[in-house]
Protein backbone atom coordinates (compact mmCIF):
# COMPACT_ATOMS: atom_id res chain seq x y z
CA UNK A 1 0.00 0.00 0.00
CA UNK A 2 0.32 2.85 -0.05
CA UNK A 3 2.39 2.83 1.89
CA UNK A 4 3.05 7.13 2.58
CA UNK A 5 4.89 9.59 3.47
CA UNK A 6 5.60 9.11 7.06
CA UNK A 7 6.58 5.93 8.67
CA UNK A 8 5.37 3.75 11.03
CA UNK A 9 4.66 2.89 14.41
CA UNK A 10 6.98 2.92 17.84
CA UNK A 11 4.70 4.79 20.20
CA UNK A 12 5.20 5.88 23.36
CA UNK A 13 3.39 4.09 26.31
CA UNK A 14 -0.43 4.69 27.03
CA UNK A 15 -2.07 3.80 23.59
CA UNK A 16 -4.44 1.76 22.96
CA UNK A 17 -4.79 -1.95 20.96
CA UNK A 18 -6.10 -4.86 21.51
CA UNK A 19 -5.79 -8.77 21.74
CA UNK A 20 -8.49 -11.41 20.66
CA UNK A 21 -8.56 -15.37 20.84
CA UNK A 22 -10.73 -17.33 19.05
CA UNK A 23 -13.68 -16.71 21.38
CA UNK A 24 -12.74 -13.64 23.57
CA UNK A 25 -11.30 -10.53 23.08
CA UNK A 26 -9.00 -8.36 25.78
CA UNK A 27 -6.84 -5.60 25.19
CA UNK A 28 -3.35 -5.02 24.78
CA UNK A 29 -1.87 -1.46 24.03
CA UNK A 30 0.97 -0.43 22.01
CA UNK A 31 4.45 1.18 22.74
CA UNK A 32 7.67 1.04 20.93
CA UNK A 33 11.50 2.05 21.80
CA UNK A 34 13.35 2.21 19.08
CA UNK A 35 16.50 0.28 19.83
CA UNK A 36 18.61 1.87 17.62
CA UNK A 37 22.68 0.48 16.24
CA UNK A 38 24.83 3.12 16.06
CA UNK A 39 25.97 3.50 12.38
CA UNK A 40 30.12 4.82 12.39
CA UNK A 41 29.89 7.04 9.70
CA UNK A 42 31.69 10.67 11.26
CA UNK A 43 29.22 13.26 11.37
CA UNK A 44 29.91 15.96 9.04
CA UNK A 45 30.95 19.14 10.61
CA UNK A 46 28.27 21.49 11.02
CA UNK A 47 29.16 25.63 9.99
CA UNK A 48 27.97 27.36 12.60
CA UNK A 49 26.44 30.65 11.10
CA UNK A 50 23.02 30.60 8.49
CA UNK A 51 23.17 26.90 8.72
CA UNK A 52 21.29 25.59 11.65
CA UNK A 53 17.59 23.74 10.06
CA UNK A 54 14.69 22.84 12.08
CA UNK A 55 12.97 19.90 10.69
CA UNK A 56 9.24 19.78 11.85
CA UNK A 57 7.83 15.58 12.19
CA UNK A 58 10.10 12.46 12.00
CA UNK A 59 8.41 10.60 9.15
CA UNK A 60 9.97 9.50 5.87
CA UNK A 61 10.11 12.81 4.67
CA UNK A 62 11.28 14.49 7.57
CA UNK A 63 14.27 11.97 7.92
CA UNK A 64 14.97 12.21 4.40
CA UNK A 65 15.09 15.80 4.94
CA UNK A 66 17.43 15.39 7.70
CA UNK A 67 19.80 13.05 5.95
CA UNK A 68 20.23 14.90 2.79
CA UNK A 69 20.85 18.41 4.73
CA UNK A 70 23.15 16.44 7.13
CA UNK A 71 25.41 15.14 4.22
CA UNK A 72 25.43 18.67 3.28
CA UNK A 73 26.88 20.36 6.34
CA UNK A 74 24.08 21.67 7.81
CA UNK A 75 22.99 21.13 11.82
CA UNK A 76 19.88 19.79 11.51
CA UNK A 77 17.47 18.96 14.73
CA UNK A 78 14.16 17.18 14.10
CA UNK A 79 11.17 18.13 16.29
CA UNK A 80 8.61 14.85 16.42
CA UNK A 81 5.88 14.52 18.55
CA UNK A 82 5.61 10.68 18.71
CA UNK A 83 8.17 8.76 17.74
CA UNK A 84 10.36 8.33 14.73
CA UNK A 85 8.63 6.91 11.30
CA UNK A 86 5.60 8.08 11.30
CA UNK A 87 3.14 6.03 9.59
CA UNK A 88 6.04 4.06 7.89
CA UNK A 89 7.65 2.68 11.42
CA UNK A 90 6.95 -0.47 13.39
CA UNK A 91 6.04 -0.77 17.18
CA UNK A 92 5.74 -3.13 19.86
CA UNK A 93 2.14 -4.69 21.15
CA UNK A 94 2.54 -3.94 25.19
CA UNK A 95 2.55 -6.71 27.79
CA UNK A 96 3.02 -9.51 24.96
CA UNK A 97 6.87 -10.23 25.25
CA UNK A 98 7.42 -13.55 27.47
CA UNK A 99 10.26 -15.65 28.44
CA UNK A 100 12.85 -12.72 26.91
CA UNK A 101 11.61 -12.86 23.89
CA UNK A 102 10.71 -9.70 21.64
CA UNK A 103 7.15 -7.86 21.59
CA UNK A 104 5.12 -8.45 18.77
CA UNK A 105 6.05 -6.89 16.53
CA UNK A 106 2.75 -4.58 15.10
CA UNK A 107 2.64 -1.44 12.09
CA UNK A 108 0.51 1.26 10.75
CA UNK A 109 -0.17 -0.95 7.88
CA UNK A 110 2.33 -3.34 5.99
CA UNK A 111 5.45 -2.13 3.82
CA UNK A 112 5.29 -2.43 0.12
CA UNK A 113 8.28 -1.11 -1.82
CA UNK A 114 7.93 -2.03 -5.56
CA UNK A 115 10.20 -1.43 -8.34
CA UNK A 116 9.15 1.57 -9.57
CA UNK A 117 10.39 3.42 -6.56
CA UNK A 118 14.02 5.05 -6.84
CA UNK A 119 14.66 7.97 -4.34
CA UNK A 120 13.70 6.18 -1.47
CA UNK A 121 15.81 2.83 -2.62
CA UNK A 122 18.99 5.19 -2.96
CA UNK A 123 18.33 6.42 0.24
CA UNK A 124 18.03 2.68 1.77
CA UNK A 125 21.40 2.03 0.26
CA UNK A 126 22.86 4.98 1.70
CA UNK A 127 21.90 4.02 5.62
CA UNK A 128 24.85 1.13 6.84
CA UNK A 129 23.31 -1.81 7.99
CA UNK A 130 25.73 -4.86 9.51
CA UNK A 131 26.76 -7.32 7.27
CA UNK A 132 24.97 -5.35 4.08
CA UNK A 133 27.15 -4.26 1.16
CA UNK A 134 24.21 -2.45 0.04
CA UNK A 135 23.04 -1.29 3.56
CA UNK A 136 19.36 -1.15 4.12
CA UNK A 137 18.24 -1.79 0.56
CA UNK A 138 19.97 -5.85 1.38
CA UNK A 139 16.92 -6.03 3.18
CA UNK A 140 14.45 -5.21 0.46
CA UNK A 141 12.76 -9.17 -0.29
CA UNK A 142 10.69 -9.83 -3.47
CA UNK A 143 7.27 -11.91 -2.39
CA UNK A 144 6.86 -14.18 -5.40
CA UNK A 145 3.23 -13.76 -6.22
CA UNK A 146 0.04 -11.84 -5.32
CA UNK A 147 -3.73 -13.22 -5.45
CA UNK A 148 -7.46 -11.35 -5.78
CA UNK A 149 -8.96 -13.90 -3.63
CA UNK A 150 -12.75 -13.82 -3.94
CA UNK A 151 -15.76 -14.70 -2.13
CA UNK A 152 -19.13 -16.57 -2.64
CA UNK A 153 -17.30 -19.55 -3.88
CA UNK A 154 -15.51 -17.88 -6.70
CA UNK A 155 -12.40 -19.28 -8.21
CA UNK A 156 -9.65 -16.64 -6.61
CA UNK A 157 -7.04 -15.63 -8.95
CA UNK A 158 -3.32 -16.18 -8.41
CA UNK A 159 -0.91 -14.83 -10.20
CA UNK A 160 3.45 -15.25 -10.28
CA UNK A 161 5.06 -11.68 -10.30
CA UNK A 162 7.71 -12.38 -12.89
CA UNK A 163 11.40 -11.46 -12.30
CA UNK A 164 14.25 -10.84 -12.58
CA UNK A 165 15.71 -11.27 -15.86
CA UNK A 166 13.15 -10.11 -18.25
CA UNK A 167 12.98 -6.89 -20.52
CA UNK A 168 11.08 -5.98 -23.75
CA UNK A 169 13.07 -5.95 -26.67
CA UNK A 170 10.41 -2.95 -27.67
CA UNK A 171 7.24 -1.46 -26.44
CA UNK A 172 5.50 0.41 -29.27
CA UNK A 173 2.24 1.21 -28.45
CA UNK A 174 0.66 -1.96 -30.49
CA UNK A 175 3.48 -4.12 -28.69
CA UNK A 176 1.94 -2.84 -25.37
CA UNK A 177 -1.48 -3.55 -26.44
CA UNK A 178 -0.29 -7.16 -26.87
CA UNK A 179 1.65 -7.17 -23.56
CA UNK A 180 -1.34 -5.62 -21.57
CA UNK A 181 -4.25 -8.03 -22.95
CA UNK A 182 -2.07 -11.12 -22.56
CA UNK A 183 -1.43 -9.93 -18.75
CA UNK A 184 -5.24 -9.30 -18.57
CA UNK A 185 -5.96 -12.49 -20.32
CA UNK A 186 -3.67 -14.88 -18.02
CA UNK A 187 -4.77 -13.12 -14.58
CA UNK A 188 -8.22 -11.56 -14.70
CA UNK A 189 -11.38 -13.76 -16.64
CA UNK A 190 -13.37 -10.75 -18.34
CA UNK A 191 -15.21 -11.03 -21.89
CA UNK A 192 -12.91 -10.43 -24.51
CA UNK A 193 -14.68 -7.23 -25.27
CA UNK A 194 -14.27 -5.67 -22.04
CA UNK A 195 -10.58 -6.67 -22.08
CA UNK A 196 -10.01 -5.46 -25.42
CA UNK A 197 -11.70 -2.10 -24.09
CA UNK A 198 -9.63 -1.60 -21.27
CA UNK A 199 -6.44 -2.82 -23.02
CA UNK A 200 -7.85 0.24 -25.42
CA UNK A 201 -8.16 2.99 -22.85
CA UNK A 202 -4.63 2.24 -21.02
CA UNK A 203 -3.38 3.22 -24.37
CA UNK A 204 -5.20 6.28 -24.76
CA UNK A 205 -3.87 6.83 -21.29
CA UNK A 206 0.11 5.56 -22.16
CA UNK A 207 0.00 7.50 -24.97
CA UNK A 208 -1.38 11.30 -23.95
CA UNK A 209 0.35 14.09 -23.75
CA UNK A 210 1.24 15.91 -20.43
CA UNK A 211 -0.91 18.67 -21.26
CA UNK A 212 -3.92 16.01 -21.59
CA UNK A 213 -3.06 14.59 -18.37
CA UNK A 214 -2.84 17.23 -16.48
CA UNK A 215 -6.11 19.32 -17.95
CA UNK A 216 -8.34 16.44 -19.00
CA UNK A 217 -7.35 12.90 -17.20
CA UNK A 218 -6.96 14.94 -13.70
CA UNK A 219 -10.67 16.20 -14.37
CA UNK A 220 -12.13 12.77 -15.13
CA UNK A 221 -12.99 10.00 -12.64
CA UNK A 222 -11.27 6.50 -13.29
CA UNK A 223 -15.09 5.30 -13.33
CA UNK A 224 -15.88 7.11 -16.44
CA UNK A 225 -12.54 6.75 -17.97
CA UNK A 226 -13.19 3.10 -17.69
CA UNK A 227 -16.93 3.29 -18.63
CA UNK A 228 -17.13 0.83 -15.89
CA UNK A 229 -21.14 1.78 -15.24
CA UNK A 230 -21.35 -0.40 -18.91
CA UNK A 231 -19.38 -3.22 -17.81
CA UNK A 232 -19.69 -6.36 -15.82
CA UNK A 233 -19.56 -6.89 -11.97
CA UNK A 234 -16.13 -8.54 -12.69
CA UNK A 235 -14.36 -5.88 -14.53
CA UNK A 236 -15.95 -2.99 -12.20
CA UNK A 237 -14.29 -4.84 -8.85
CA UNK A 238 -11.24 -5.66 -10.34
CA UNK A 239 -10.29 -2.68 -12.59
CA UNK A 240 -12.23 -0.14 -11.28
CA UNK A 241 -12.86 -0.71 -7.39
CA UNK A 242 -10.09 -3.00 -6.84
CA UNK A 243 -7.42 -0.61 -8.55
CA UNK A 244 -8.49 2.56 -6.85
CA UNK A 245 -10.05 1.66 -3.44
CA UNK A 246 -7.26 -0.43 -2.57
CA UNK A 247 -4.12 0.86 -4.03
CA UNK A 248 -4.78 4.40 -3.97
CA UNK A 249 -7.79 4.16 -1.24
CA UNK A 250 -10.09 6.58 -2.91
CA UNK A 251 -13.21 5.73 -4.59
CA UNK A 252 -13.05 4.94 -8.34
CA UNK A 253 -15.98 7.25 -9.05
CA UNK A 254 -14.09 10.28 -7.26
CA UNK A 255 -10.17 9.01 -8.35
CA UNK A 256 -8.12 11.32 -10.80
CA UNK A 257 -7.80 9.16 -14.19
CA UNK A 258 -4.27 11.09 -13.94
CA UNK A 259 -3.26 9.67 -10.60
CA UNK A 260 -4.52 5.91 -11.10
CA UNK A 261 -2.74 5.72 -14.95
CA UNK A 262 0.38 7.16 -14.02
CA UNK A 263 0.38 4.68 -11.12
CA UNK A 264 -0.91 1.68 -13.71
CA UNK A 265 1.69 2.93 -16.24
CA UNK A 266 4.39 2.71 -13.61
CA UNK A 267 3.48 -0.97 -12.82
CA UNK A 268 3.67 -1.98 -16.45
CA UNK A 269 6.56 -0.79 -17.18
CA UNK A 270 7.84 -2.45 -14.02
CA UNK A 271 6.46 -5.74 -14.86
CA UNK A 272 7.53 -5.64 -18.24
CA UNK A 273 11.53 -5.02 -16.75
CA UNK A 274 11.45 -1.63 -18.07
CA UNK A 275 13.04 1.66 -15.97
CA UNK A 276 12.68 -0.69 -12.55
CA UNK A 277 15.00 -0.39 -9.40
CA UNK A 278 13.91 -4.08 -8.63
CA UNK A 279 10.35 -6.62 -8.41
CA UNK A 280 7.08 -5.18 -8.73
CA UNK A 281 6.31 -6.04 -5.36
CA UNK A 282 8.98 -6.03 -2.54
CA UNK A 283 8.92 -5.85 1.50
CA UNK A 284 11.65 -5.71 4.12
CA UNK A 285 13.08 -9.01 5.44
CA UNK A 286 12.60 -7.96 9.43
CA UNK A 287 9.67 -5.69 10.99
CA UNK A 288 10.33 -1.87 9.78
CA UNK A 289 11.95 -0.55 12.69
CA UNK A 290 14.51 -3.48 12.88
CA UNK A 291 14.97 -2.96 9.23
CA UNK A 292 15.05 0.82 8.47
CA UNK A 293 14.27 3.20 10.87
CA UNK A 294 16.51 2.12 13.96
CA UNK A 295 19.26 1.57 11.61
CA UNK A 296 18.73 4.76 9.98
CA UNK A 297 18.01 6.84 13.09
CA UNK A 298 21.73 5.57 14.38
CA UNK A 299 22.80 6.89 10.78
CA UNK A 300 21.40 10.59 10.82
CA UNK A 301 23.07 10.69 15.19
CA UNK A 302 26.18 9.69 13.66
CA UNK A 303 25.90 12.58 10.87
CA UNK A 304 25.39 15.06 13.81
CA UNK A 305 21.59 15.33 13.38
CA UNK A 306 19.42 15.73 16.66
CA UNK A 307 16.31 14.61 17.88
CA UNK A 308 13.74 16.06 20.09
CA UNK A 309 10.53 13.34 20.40
CA UNK A 310 8.01 14.29 22.34
CA UNK A 311 7.93 18.06 21.29
CA UNK A 312 4.74 18.86 19.38
CA UNK A 313 4.72 21.74 16.68
CA UNK A 314 1.63 24.33 17.77
CA UNK A 315 2.27 27.55 15.05
CA UNK A 316 4.85 28.53 12.82
CA UNK A 317 5.12 32.25 13.33
CA UNK A 318 6.29 34.55 10.19
CA UNK A 319 7.28 37.94 10.24
CA UNK A 320 8.83 40.11 8.03
CA UNK A 321 8.18 37.61 5.14
CA UNK A 322 10.26 35.32 7.10
CA UNK A 323 9.56 32.55 9.35
CA UNK A 324 10.40 34.21 12.71
CA UNK A 325 10.15 31.10 15.19
CA UNK A 326 8.22 27.93 15.64
CA UNK A 327 6.01 27.60 18.68
CA UNK A 328 6.28 23.76 20.41
CA UNK A 329 5.04 21.96 23.22
CA UNK A 330 7.86 20.36 25.25
CA UNK A 331 7.28 16.42 26.53
CA UNK A 332 6.27 18.20 29.67
CA UNK A 333 4.05 20.12 28.14
CA UNK A 334 5.77 23.57 28.20
CA UNK A 335 5.48 26.34 25.55
CA UNK A 336 8.75 27.04 23.67
CA UNK A 337 9.99 29.03 21.13
CA UNK A 338 12.69 27.24 18.70
CA UNK A 339 14.51 29.30 16.17
CA UNK A 340 16.58 28.46 12.94
CA UNK A 341 17.89 30.15 10.16
CA UNK A 342 16.01 27.38 7.96
CA UNK A 343 12.13 25.58 8.93
CA UNK A 344 11.47 22.13 7.08
CA UNK A 345 7.82 21.38 7.00
CA UNK A 346 7.76 17.62 7.36
CA UNK A 347 4.42 17.01 8.65
CA UNK A 348 1.69 15.32 7.14
CA UNK A 349 -0.72 17.97 5.26
CA UNK A 350 -3.93 17.22 7.91
CA UNK A 351 -1.53 17.92 10.86
CA UNK A 352 1.05 20.43 8.97
CA UNK A 353 -1.88 23.09 7.46
CA UNK A 354 -2.76 23.74 11.40
CA UNK A 355 0.52 24.66 12.63
CA UNK A 356 0.39 27.47 9.68
CA UNK A 357 -0.13 30.77 10.81
CA UNK A 358 -2.12 33.98 9.36
CA UNK A 359 0.94 35.20 8.43
CA UNK A 360 2.75 32.95 7.10
CA UNK A 361 -0.26 31.81 5.06
CA UNK A 362 -0.43 35.86 4.09
CA UNK A 363 2.97 35.66 3.21
CA UNK A 364 2.58 32.91 0.36
CA UNK A 365 -0.93 32.19 -0.99
CA UNK A 366 -0.10 28.53 -2.03
CA UNK A 367 -0.52 27.25 1.17
CA UNK A 368 -4.53 28.20 1.28
CA UNK A 369 -4.25 25.62 -1.69
CA UNK A 370 -3.40 23.02 0.38
CA UNK A 371 -6.72 23.03 2.80
CA UNK A 372 -8.67 21.71 -0.39
CA UNK A 373 -6.17 18.27 -0.25
CA UNK A 374 -8.68 15.14 1.30
CA UNK A 375 -7.71 12.79 3.61
CA UNK A 376 -9.33 9.52 4.59
CA UNK A 377 -9.21 6.15 6.28
CA UNK A 378 -6.70 3.43 5.80
CA UNK A 379 -5.20 0.97 8.56
CA UNK A 380 -4.03 -1.61 10.04
CA UNK A 381 -4.85 -4.75 11.99
CA UNK A 382 -2.67 -7.53 12.63
CA UNK A 383 -3.45 -11.09 13.48
CA UNK A 384 -1.15 -13.41 15.22
CA UNK A 385 -1.34 -16.49 14.43
CA UNK A 386 -0.27 -19.38 16.05
CA UNK A 387 -0.41 -22.14 12.86
CA UNK A 388 0.96 -20.62 9.50
CA UNK A 389 -1.91 -20.52 6.79
CA UNK A 390 -1.56 -21.64 3.50
CA UNK A 391 -1.77 -18.48 2.32
CA UNK A 392 0.00 -16.83 -1.10
CA UNK A 393 3.85 -15.97 -0.60
CA UNK A 394 2.82 -12.53 -1.17
CA UNK A 395 0.09 -9.95 -0.60
CA UNK A 396 -3.50 -10.70 -1.25
CA UNK A 397 -6.27 -7.89 -2.15
CA UNK A 398 -9.98 -9.34 -0.57
CA UNK A 399 -11.76 -7.38 -3.72
CA UNK A 400 -15.09 -8.43 -2.91
CA UNK A 401 -14.46 -7.22 0.44
CA UNK A 402 -16.45 -4.52 1.65
CA UNK A 403 -13.64 -3.10 3.89
CA UNK A 404 -11.62 -3.19 1.10
CA UNK A 405 -8.61 -5.12 2.60
CA UNK A 406 -5.27 -6.20 1.53
CA UNK A 407 -2.86 -8.25 3.44
CA UNK A 408 -0.06 -10.53 3.54
CA UNK A 409 1.60 -13.06 6.24
CA UNK A 410 4.59 -11.87 7.24
CA UNK A 411 7.19 -14.43 9.21
CA UNK A 412 7.67 -16.53 5.81
CA UNK A 413 9.60 -13.44 4.51
CA UNK A 414 11.34 -12.49 7.78
CA UNK A 415 14.15 -15.63 6.97
CA UNK A 416 16.54 -13.90 10.07
CA UNK A 417 13.91 -14.38 12.42
CA UNK A 418 12.19 -17.40 14.25
CA UNK A 419 9.18 -15.79 15.08
CA UNK A 420 7.76 -18.02 17.39
CA UNK A 421 11.68 -17.99 19.03
CA UNK A 422 12.13 -13.96 18.67
CA UNK A 423 8.71 -12.78 19.67
CA UNK A 424 6.03 -12.96 22.04
CA UNK A 425 5.11 -15.08 24.50
CA UNK A 426 6.20 -18.72 22.09
CA UNK A 427 3.17 -19.55 20.46
CA UNK A 428 2.40 -17.44 17.43
CA UNK A 429 4.42 -18.56 14.65
CA UNK A 430 3.39 -15.70 11.99
CA UNK A 431 1.58 -12.27 11.81
CA UNK A 432 -1.10 -11.96 9.38
CA UNK A 433 -1.16 -8.06 8.70
CA UNK A 434 -4.03 -6.36 6.93
CA UNK A 435 -5.05 -2.89 5.72
CA UNK A 436 -8.34 -2.20 6.00
CA UNK A 437 -9.33 0.68 3.38
CA UNK A 438 -12.90 1.58 3.47
CA UNK A 439 -14.18 2.99 6.73
CA UNK A 440 -17.64 3.66 5.61
CA UNK A 441 -19.48 0.58 3.91
CA UNK A 442 -21.69 -1.92 6.33
CA UNK A 443 -19.76 -4.98 7.17
CA UNK A 444 -20.72 -8.65 7.43
CA UNK A 445 -21.35 -9.39 10.59
CA UNK A 446 -23.01 -6.24 12.39
CA UNK A 447 -24.08 -4.14 9.52
CA UNK A 448 -22.05 -1.72 10.35
CA UNK A 449 -18.92 1.23 9.12
CA UNK A 450 -15.57 0.14 10.64
CA UNK A 451 -16.19 3.49 12.43
CA UNK A 452 -19.54 3.01 13.94
CA UNK A 453 -17.72 -0.64 15.65
CA UNK A 454 -16.03 -0.63 18.50
CA UNK A 455 -12.29 -1.87 18.26
CA UNK A 456 -13.43 -5.42 19.14
CA UNK A 457 -16.13 -5.67 16.03
CA UNK A 458 -13.83 -4.13 13.86
CA UNK A 459 -11.41 -7.40 14.64
CA UNK A 460 -14.25 -9.94 14.73
CA UNK A 461 -15.48 -8.47 11.69
CA UNK A 462 -12.26 -8.26 9.51
CA UNK A 463 -11.68 -11.51 10.61
CA UNK A 464 -14.87 -12.70 9.33
CA UNK A 465 -14.37 -10.74 6.13
CA UNK A 466 -11.07 -12.74 5.82
CA UNK A 467 -12.10 -15.96 5.94
CA UNK A 468 -15.37 -15.11 3.68
CA UNK A 469 -12.62 -14.48 0.84
CA UNK A 470 -10.48 -17.05 1.81
CA UNK A 471 -12.31 -19.79 3.45
CA UNK A 472 -15.08 -20.15 0.46
CA UNK A 473 -14.21 -22.65 -1.86
CA UNK A 474 -14.40 -25.44 0.76
CA UNK A 475 -11.05 -25.77 2.38
CA UNK A 476 -10.30 -23.88 5.64
CA UNK A 477 -7.40 -21.69 5.35
CA UNK A 478 -8.23 -19.37 8.40
CA UNK A 479 -9.05 -20.86 11.54
CA UNK A 480 -10.35 -19.66 14.77
CA UNK A 481 -8.51 -22.54 16.45
CA UNK A 482 -5.26 -20.82 15.35
CA UNK A 483 -5.84 -17.33 15.99
CA UNK A 484 -3.56 -16.60 18.95
CA UNK A 485 -4.11 -12.56 19.24
CA UNK A 486 -4.74 -9.10 17.10
CA UNK A 487 -3.59 -5.60 16.99
CA UNK A 488 -5.10 -2.54 16.03
CA UNK A 489 -3.61 0.60 15.32
CA UNK A 490 -3.81 3.24 18.13
CA UNK A 491 -4.16 6.28 16.43
CA UNK A 492 -7.49 5.21 15.44
CA UNK A 493 -9.79 6.55 18.36
CA UNK A 494 -13.07 6.82 19.23
CA UNK A 495 -14.21 4.06 17.59
CA UNK A 496 -18.02 3.02 18.27
CA UNK A 497 -19.28 6.41 19.49
CA UNK A 498 -19.99 9.47 17.34
CA UNK A 499 -16.73 11.43 16.98
CA UNK A 500 -13.98 8.50 16.09
CA UNK A 501 -10.37 9.60 15.26
CA UNK A 502 -7.61 8.90 13.28
CA UNK A 503 -4.14 10.34 13.98
CA UNK A 504 -2.92 9.08 11.09
CA UNK A 505 -4.78 9.91 7.69
CA UNK A 506 -4.18 9.15 3.74
CA UNK A 507 -3.88 11.76 1.09
CA UNK A 508 -6.46 10.61 -1.25
CA UNK A 509 -6.73 11.67 -5.03
CA UNK A 510 -10.24 13.32 -5.98
CA UNK A 511 -10.58 14.83 -9.33
CA UNK A 512 -8.13 18.00 -9.13
CA UNK A 513 -6.13 17.24 -6.34
CA UNK A 514 -3.07 17.57 -8.88
CA UNK A 515 -3.62 21.26 -8.98
CA UNK A 516 -3.58 21.84 -5.50
CA UNK A 517 -0.56 20.05 -4.24
CA UNK A 518 1.97 22.58 -3.61
CA UNK A 519 5.83 23.05 -4.22
CA UNK A 520 8.29 22.48 -1.95
CA UNK A 521 9.77 26.17 -2.20
CA UNK A 522 7.58 28.79 -1.11
CA UNK A 523 7.72 32.80 -1.37
CA UNK A 524 8.44 32.23 2.39
CA UNK A 525 12.43 32.09 1.74
CA UNK A 526 13.37 29.91 5.27
CA UNK A 527 10.64 27.80 5.02
CA UNK A 528 10.05 24.71 3.03
CA UNK A 529 7.85 21.78 2.65
CA UNK A 530 8.11 18.11 2.86
CA UNK A 531 5.34 15.29 2.72
CA UNK A 532 3.52 13.03 0.59
CA UNK A 533 1.38 15.89 -0.59
CA UNK A 534 3.83 17.80 -2.00
CA UNK A 535 3.79 17.99 -5.87
CA UNK A 536 6.40 15.41 -7.05
CA UNK A 537 6.26 13.37 -10.21
CA UNK A 538 4.74 10.23 -8.59
CA UNK A 539 0.97 11.53 -8.02
CA UNK A 540 0.47 9.32 -5.03
CA UNK A 541 0.71 9.81 -1.22
CA UNK A 542 3.45 7.30 -1.03
CA UNK A 543 6.83 6.91 0.79
CA UNK A 544 8.68 7.96 -2.62
CA UNK A 545 6.88 10.83 -2.89
CA UNK A 546 7.43 11.87 0.89
CA UNK A 547 11.41 10.79 -0.04
CA UNK A 548 11.06 12.53 -3.27
CA UNK A 549 9.40 15.47 -1.75
CA UNK A 550 12.22 15.98 0.53
CA UNK A 551 14.80 15.92 -1.93
CA UNK A 552 13.11 18.60 -3.42
CA UNK A 553 13.01 20.96 -0.12
CA UNK A 554 16.74 20.44 0.41
CA UNK A 555 17.56 21.64 -3.08
CA UNK A 556 15.50 24.99 -2.98
CA UNK A 557 16.47 25.47 0.48
CA UNK A 558 20.28 25.27 -0.83
CA UNK A 559 19.29 27.27 -4.29
CA UNK A 560 18.43 30.14 -1.44
CA UNK A 561 21.17 29.36 0.81
CA UNK A 562 23.55 30.24 -2.13
CA UNK A 563 25.24 26.89 -1.11
CA UNK A 564 27.89 24.89 -3.39
CA UNK A 565 27.16 21.55 -2.65
CA UNK A 566 25.68 18.78 -5.08
CA UNK A 567 22.22 19.07 -5.42
CA UNK A 568 19.94 15.93 -4.01
CA UNK A 569 18.98 13.62 -7.16
CA UNK A 570 15.28 13.82 -7.77
CA UNK A 571 14.56 11.06 -10.02
CA UNK A 572 10.95 10.72 -11.62
CA UNK A 573 9.13 7.97 -12.81
CA UNK A 574 10.25 5.78 -15.92
CA UNK A 575 8.94 7.13 -19.51
CA UNK A 576 9.38 4.75 -22.37
CA UNK A 577 11.04 6.10 -25.41
CA UNK A 578 9.08 4.02 -27.64
CA UNK A 579 6.14 5.62 -25.94
CA UNK A 580 7.40 9.26 -26.58
CA UNK A 581 6.41 10.13 -30.18
CA UNK A 582 3.18 9.07 -29.91
CA UNK A 583 2.72 11.37 -26.52
CA UNK A 584 4.43 14.24 -29.52
CA UNK A 585 1.99 13.72 -31.77
CA UNK A 586 -0.78 13.99 -28.90
CA UNK A 587 0.07 17.05 -28.20
CA UNK A 588 -0.64 18.37 -31.41
CA UNK A 589 -3.82 17.14 -31.82
CA UNK A 590 -4.35 18.23 -28.01
CA UNK A 591 -3.52 21.33 -28.77
CA UNK A 592 -5.91 21.72 -31.97
CA UNK A 593 -9.08 20.44 -29.75
CA UNK A 594 -8.39 16.77 -31.10
CA UNK A 595 -9.14 13.26 -29.24
CA UNK A 596 -6.05 11.37 -29.21
CA UNK A 597 -5.84 9.13 -31.98
CA UNK A 598 -6.53 5.88 -29.48
CA UNK A 599 -9.52 7.26 -28.14
CA UNK A 600 -12.78 5.72 -29.77
CA UNK A 601 -15.11 7.45 -26.86
Known amino acids: MPGTGNSRRTFLAGAGATALSAQALTAPEAAAAPQATRATRAAAPAEPHGRRVAVLGGGVAGLTAAHELAERGYAVTVYERRALGGKARSMDVPGSARGGRRPLPAEHGFRFIPGIYHNLPDT ?99 WEFTRAAQMSQEYQRILAIGITRNIVATKAEEASTRTVGTLGEAFVFNLLGRGADGPPDRILDLPTNEAWIDPWEAHLRSLGVEFRIGWTVREVRCAGGRVSGVAVEDPEGARREITADHYVSALPVEHARRTWSAALRAADPMLARCDRLETDWMTGIQFYLTERAPLVHGHFNCIDSPWSLTAIQQAGHWTSRDFAADYGDGRAVDCLSVDISEWDKPGILYGKTAKQCTREEVAREVWAQLKASLNDTGRAVLTDSALHSWFLDPGVDGLGTPHPTNEDELLIHPVGTFHNRPSAGTRIPNFFLSGDYVAVDIDLATMEGANASARAAVNSLLDRDGSKAERCVVRPLYRSPEVEPARRHDLWRYRLGLRNVFDLG
Open 124 to 222: LRRIPFPGNANGVWDNLVAPREMMFARAGGREDLRAPIPWPGHSSAGLTPEELRRALTGILETFVRLQPHETAYFVNRALVFLTSCDERRDEVWERTPW
